[in-house]
């Protein structure tokens, strides 16, 4: 059964704006923290952004910090992460996912993925 989905991902030139959804089960959307995670071909996957369940606590990893803001709406079991000035670098499989606690290690259940790709 999923639990998480995400959506909004796609092409975009460099410089462009994307809005990625990720609506969760009631279940997953109470644990403590939710986040998302990149993975580039031929890469590791990344921590991109943490969020605490109440919205007061965020966290980025360097390499997005100033350009995308990560925020849910608990009312909608649903996260968001607005990703502004993109850069070809950022091109990846975005995913969400939900935790014990928003250290990167600590999350435990992810969604499928969506591709985003920046165009030089």
């Known amino acids: 059964q999923v639990q998480l989905v995400e959506s909004g991902g796609g092409l975009v030139q460099t410089g462009g704006s994307l809005r990625l959804s990720c609506a969760a089960s009631i279940l997953i959307f109470s644990r403590p923290a939710m986040g998302w995670f990149r993975q580039a071909p031929g890469r590791e996957r990344e921590f991109v952004a943490a969020?605490?369940?109440?919205?007061?606590?965020?966290s980025y990893a360097d390499s997005v910090k100033g350009r995308f803001t990560i925020s849910r709406d608990n009312a909608k079991n649903t996260m968001y992460l607005q990703m502004n000035s993109l850069k070809p670098e950022d091109t990846a499989v975005y995913y969400c996912?939900?935790?014990?606690?928003?250290?990167?290690?600590?999350?435990?259940?992810w969604g499928q993925g969506t591709q985003v790709t920046v165009l030089s």
């Open positions: 996912a939900a935790g014990r606690t928003a250290m990167p290690a600590a999350f435990d259940s």
């Open positions: 969020i605490n369940w109440s919205g007061g606590s965020t």
